[in-house]
């Protein structure tokens, strides 16, 4: 009678109500996150006879994918793509979002923040096609150059390389940045901002000593949003990157497909997984420091 009783007190608990709440949505990873990656790590360590996979536990394919100079270089291109799309798309996101934080009357601020998100509307795929017709040979930019008379002929380095790459890409992932800065400057007491100013700071030292530091957390979440997908990005370093742009992840791609080696595609697509955790894990411990030292 009294395991009834506490059972059924239990069920009726917060614990018990919060893990009902949880369950369709951890089954939910767990069905469609955590077992492809789990045989997508079991495949890494297998090996691939042409059409036959050979269950033998190996680690050569790891030792392929970290020793061969074209991999490392891949690799080494993506995180130098990946952090430039990152800090020209936080440097730009920032002063959209203090505007809109800032200058923006209340009232609009809701307008604003959809307006930002227009660009999720449209295919991602249409974005990176009309990047290619702007940067493009005959594009809107080389025209446009041509006719004002700045150039006599168009410009070759616009278009299929990494700029380009790290331009659309930036585009692509900006809504992304605004956003998480926009909430962290959202949450700033302007009494300390009032407070500075009655101190004596000017605007820029209130930036720099009040605004600045208070929405940093942003700014890193911001980072690690952007960061993260960025350098697992395949489809518009195939479409605007060329053969100077291309990064690990259409390398990974070509393993499972036109290679056929699965095997050799897993083992790079975990190098690349662990390599972006440890950064995401180095950003998330810098955040929690710097709040603690606040």
Same mark, same amino acid.
Request: no cysteine; glycine share 6%.
């Given at each position: 009678m009294n395991k009834n009783k506490t059972h059924n007190n239990w069920r009726q608990s917060d614990a018990a109500q919060g893990l009902f709440l949880i369950s369709p949505t951890f089954v939910f990873c767990v069905v469609l996150l955590a077992i492809p990656l789990g045989l997508v790590l %079991? @495949?890494?360590? &297998? /090996?691939?006879?042409?059409?036959? #996979?050979?269950k033998t536990l190996t680690l050569a394919n790891y030792k392929t994918a970290w020793g061969e100079a074209i991999y490392q270089t891949l690799m080494a291109r993506s995180l130098k793509i990946s952090a430039c799309v990152t800090i020209l798309t936080v440097l730009l996101a920032y002063p959209v979002a203090y505007f809109v934080s800032f200058h923006v009357k209340p009232k609009h601020k809701a307008m604003w923040i959809f307006l930002?998100?227009?660009?999720? &509307?449209?295919?991602? @795929?249409?974005?990176?096609? @009309? &990047?290619?017709v702007i940067l493009g040979y005959n594009g809107v930019v080389n025209g446009s150059l041509i006719g004002a008379g700045l150039i006599e002929k168009p410009l070759s380095f616009i278009l299929y390389n990494q700029n380009a790459v790290v331009l659309t890409l930036g585009h692509a992932w900006l809504p992304f940045a605004i956003l998480p800065i926009f909430v962290a400057l959202e949450k700033i007491d302007h009494s300390l901002l009032e407070a500075a100013q009655d101190l004596g700071e000017g605007p820029i030292r209130r930036f720099l000593r009040v605004t600045l530091p208070l929405s940093m957390p942003g700014v890193l979440a911001a980072t690690v949003i952007v960061f993260i997908?960025?350098? $697992?990005?395949?489809? /518009?370093?195939?479409?605007? $990157? $060329?053969?100077? $742009?291309?990064?690990?992840?259409?390398?990974?791609?070509?393993?499972f497909k036109k290679a056929n080696n699965a095997p050799l595609g897993a083992a790079l697509a975990v190098s690349a997984m662990v390599i972006v955790s440890v950064i995401s894990l180095i950003f998330v411990w810098l955040n929690?420091?710097? #709040?603690? %030292?606040?």
């Open positions: %079991a @495949l890494s360590f &297998w /090996t691939q006879n042409y059409l036959e #996979l050979d930002i998100t227009i660009p999720f &509307w449209t295919s991602y @795929l249409m974005r990176i096609f @009309l &990047w290619k997908p960025t350098i $697992g990005d395949y489809v /518009t370093p195939r479409l605007v $990157g $060329g053969p100077n $742009g291309l990064m690990i992840s259409n390398m990974i791609e070509l393993q929690r420091k710097y #709040l603690k %030292a606040r």
